[in-house]
């Protein structure tokens, strides 16, 4: 985690200079220490992967209401801005559901055009590498919300109804995140139903 700070501060500092600011990662040694996941009282965690190359970050939990929590979880290469997901746990019926961020709503007509414009030139399989213009544009959890994107969660809110709305936008969504999660290694799983331990202790979920 010291190195992903350093990385965060180098760029700080690089933007206060003016500067272009660049991310710059060393090669993991050969051999490195396997860090357990890190996990704190109010759910947030921290996972690094292969000697601090890449981390899934995980900010802490909260409860939306009627045995819902919410969590964003931020992944990859710790180079900002890192891409965020969006994981829903139904803390009674113990579904689970991960939505990825997305860009903001500019950025994505910006990206569809690209991709039409592509799909008119080569034919509908066609596809596009376009990036947003703003360099700084990011998958973030909050465009899948007002006034970014449509998506809404209150304690009425079930999780097969969210899904189906992600779908219709086009967002993407893992509904079988426990099944990614347990491809990890063991002492770097992190647990999607800490938050219902915390906020739903009679629940299933925490249970599990």
């Known amino acids: 985690m010291q190195r992903l700070v350093a990385y965060l501060t180098a ?19 050969p051999k490195y220490f396997v860090k357990p996941v890190q996990t704190f009282v109010d ?21 939306v209401g009627n045995g819902l929590i919410t969590q964003v979880v931020r992944y990859g290469i710790p180079c900002p801005p ?3 997901f ?8 113990t ?17 569809a055009k ?9 034919g509908p399989g066609a596809v596009s590498f376009a990036t947003p213009s703003d360099p700084w544009a990011s998958l973030s959890v909050r465009n899948l ?16 109804m969210l899904r189906a709305a992600a779908e219709e936008e086009g967002f993407e969504v893992e509904a ?18 800490f938050g219902c331990r915390i906020f739903y202790p009679e629940s299933r979920g925490a249970t599990l």
């Open 43 to 63: 759910g947030a965690f921290e996972v690094e992967i292969e000697g601090g190359r890449s981390y899934v970050l995980g900010e802490p939990v909260r409860a």
């Open 86 to 93: 969006l994981l829903i746990v139904d803390c009674k019926s």
């Open 95 to 111: 579904e689970v559901l991960r939505i990825n961020g997305v860009y903001p709503r500019e950025a994505r007509r910006e990206m």
């Open 176 to 193: 079988d995140l426990l099944g990614r999660i347990s491809e990890m290694k063991p002492s770097q799983r992190y647990d999607p139903f």
């Open 82 to 84: 890192m891409p965020e």
């Open 145 to 160: 919300f007002p006034p970014e994107g449509p998506l809404s969660i209150t304690q009425d809110t079930e999780i097969s």
């Open 11 to 29: 760029l700080f500092f690089g933007l206060i200079g003016g500067t272009a600011a660049a991310c710059v990662l060393l090669p993991a040694p």
């Open 114 to 122: 690209a991709l039409q414009a592509a799909r008119e030139i080569h």
